[in-house]
């Protein structure tokens, strides 16, 4: 059974695209089958996986067509895209005009996932209802954090969220890991805001950080596969997990269930 993972945080910047594609090709690369879903109406994921919305897209997920017409195969072997285009953005319009808006997407997962060992919900970056739908058809939430000092209060208000989803759509929620990106180790800020989120959630902050200097914000591809380069960045510690132990990542540190 597919394990999904939705990427969230509200606060933009942070390092959501980013973990999603690079998460997705480690695993395709260790040989299990991945797929990501790009929520975002920017396509970040799409064009950071060298791929572009030509037709379909996650707009028509939603709207019905079933998962095995629109996910396509990417110039990774084992790793699968739904791209997002921008007229995503009207969908949030409409998915509060339907007393169900807000579960459309586990609907459109219930079935033709299960050829997929994970699939990784790319959010963007706001609590509306594609991240709503997103964390109704998760089985974990993974959220990458700036280590800035904002992002300790953006953190604050997206656990409260996802918490009330768990209540209101989806008992099995759960937080499956933080992961602290753009790392200056060079600050005291840094350091600061690293230790107060591992004081708050324990051990589930990811051990790894990413520094900011080897952080990939702005490079993309040019789609002719160049894309490569800048996937590798973040996955060689996952790439030796998961082939040694059938993607450990899965079964990574204890998950929050409160």
Do not use: W
């Not at 995503?88 to 509060?96: D, S």
């Not at 964390?135 to 918490?163: C, F, H």
């Amino acid at each position: 059974m597919a394990k999904v993972y939705a990427l969230a945080n509200q606060k933009g910047g942070v390092g959501k695209t980013t973990t999603a594609i690079n998460l997705a090709a480690c695993l395709a690369e260790a040989g299990e089958p991945a797929l990501v879903i790009d929520l975002d109406p920017q396509a970040n994921a799409t064009s950071g996986l060298g791929e572009r919305a030509n037709g379909t897209s996650t707009y028509d997920l939603l709207d019905g067509v079933p998962l095995r017409d629109l996910a396509k195969p990417t110039k990774f072997q084992n790793l699968h895209l739904i791209p997002a285009k921008p007229d995503l953005a009207g969908a949030t319009v409409e998915l509060t005009r339907h007393s169900e808006g807000e579960t459309y997407l586990r609907q459109a997962l219930a079935s033709d996932i299960d050829r997929y060992s994970f699939v990784f919900l790319d959010c963007p970056p706001s609590f509306g209802p594609l991240t709503v739908n997103a964390l109704a058809a998760a089985d974990r939430v993974l959220i990458p954090v700036q280590a800035e000092y904002y992002a300790l209060e953006g953190l604050s208000q997206l656990v409260q969220s996802i918490n009330l989803v768990k209540v209101r759509l989806n008992p099995r929620l759960a937080v499956g890991g933080v992961l602290l990106t753009m790392v200056d180790g060079r600050t005291r800020l840094s350091a600061d805001v690293e230790a107060e989120v591992r004081k708050h959630f324990g051990e589930l902050v990811f051990t790894q950080t990413f520094p900011s200097t080897r952080f990939p914000r702005t490079r993309g591809s040019r789609g002719d596969g160049s894309i490569r380069k800048p996937v590798q960045v973040l996955p060689t510690r996952c790439v030796r997990r998961a082939s040694s132990n059938r993607c450990s990542f899965a079964h990574g540190p204890p998950v929050a269930t409160s």
